[in-house]
């Protein structure tokens, strides 16, 4: 039996190419037309394999701001002790919210996080381990939204 392709291709009466697939029960179209039938099923591979290693990001909760995620993020937080519920908290609000809060989560790129932690020491005055937990609660509201 032949693999089913994943997606659909489809001409336009302009002879370009639209690629769509469905997920989430939610038919999602590539954000631009593909000059070769090629191309198309090039960038469906691509958006398979993102899906494959799980860094697929769903186009329409990458325009969700951060700041409303990160809300969200923490009332999914469990299992952990109140007092590191306050100090984690308490990162977001003050190094997190302030630098990424009112940019669409699409939009953070990894420059701008590599720019942000670098920023932490000089910026702030953080201490080095206070940087690294940062990193690390944005990391972990990041991928949650993945």
């Not at 937080?77 to 009112?102: H, I, K, M, N, Q």
Request: hydrophobic share 45%; glycine share 8%; proline share 4%.
């Amino acid at each position: 039996m032949a693999r089913r392709e994943f997606g659909s291709l489809r001409k336009l009466p302009s002879g370009r190419w639209q690629a769509s697939y469905w997920m989430n029960g939610t038919r999602n179209v590539a954000p631009m037309t593909f000059s070769t039938r090629t191309d198309a099923r090039r960038w469906l591979v691509n958006v398979e394999t993102e899906i494959g290693r799980g860094d697929w990001v769903d186009p329409l909760n990458a325009r969700v701001l951060f700041a409303q995620w990160a809300e969200l993020w923490k009332t999914t937080v469990v299992d952990l002790r109140p007092s590191t519920l306050a100090r984690d908290f308490g990162y977001v609000d003050r190094y997190l919210v302030p630098s990424f809060g009112s940019r669409e989560l699409g939009q953070i790129s990894v420059t701008a996080v590599r720019t942000w932690v670098a920023g932490l020491g000089t910026d702030f005055g953080l201490a080095p381990a206070t940087v690294v937990k940062a990193g690390q609660i944005l990391n972990k509201i990041m991928r949650s939204a993945v």
